[in-house]
């Protein structure tokens, strides 16, 4: 089984919103057993609130649930369980390295590496645009 964490800063907006996407795209292809995916936050300021009201409307454009998903942050032993920790932008990289330590075993990436871009997911949470947020989640779990 593929264990994949997508974490970004509140765990309200991006990484539920790849969480969901990514969840989404393996059950359209029957490999949802092979797959467990989650999200988290690097901070402690959501802890417990569901997906922001304008992410969740994102995803339900999409026909996707968020249903029952409240914000946790990630733990150190994290680092242990999942085999892929992706971050939406380099701030969320540098501080899950700041909660796990060393990235001894390579598993801490950018999202939109996977789709050949280096460069950060914009948080919607700042500039509102949730449809860009949603595109460019799309382009890194299509390439993942």
């Known amino acids: 089984m593929v264990k994949i964490l997508f974490v970004c800063h509140g765990n309200i907006c991006r990484s ?20 467990e995916i989650n999200s988290a936050a ?3 300021e959501e802890i417990g609130n569901p997906v922001y009201p304008p992410a969740r409307e994102e995803l339900l454009k999409h026909g996707i649930s968020c249903e029952g998903k409240t914000a946790r942050r990630m ?7 999942y085999d892929y920790i992706i971050g939406m932008d ?4 540098r501080n899950v390295e700041k909660i796990v330590g060393s990235d001894k075993d390579s598993k801490i990436s950018l999202l ?16 509102g645009n949730f449809g860009a947020t949603w595109n460019d989640v799309v382009k890194g779990c299509t390439g993942l």
């Open 112 to 127: 939109l590496s996977y789709a050949g871009l280096e460069r950060d997911i914009s948080d919607p949470w700042f500039t």
């Open 75 to 81: 733990t150190k032993g994290d680092y242990d369980y």
């Open 90 to 93: 380099r701030w969320n990289i």
């Open 16 to 35: 539920p919103m790849a969480e969901f996407a990514m969840k989404d795209m393996v059950s359209k292809k029957g490999l949802s057993k092979q797959f």
């Open 42 to 44: 690097t901070s402690t």
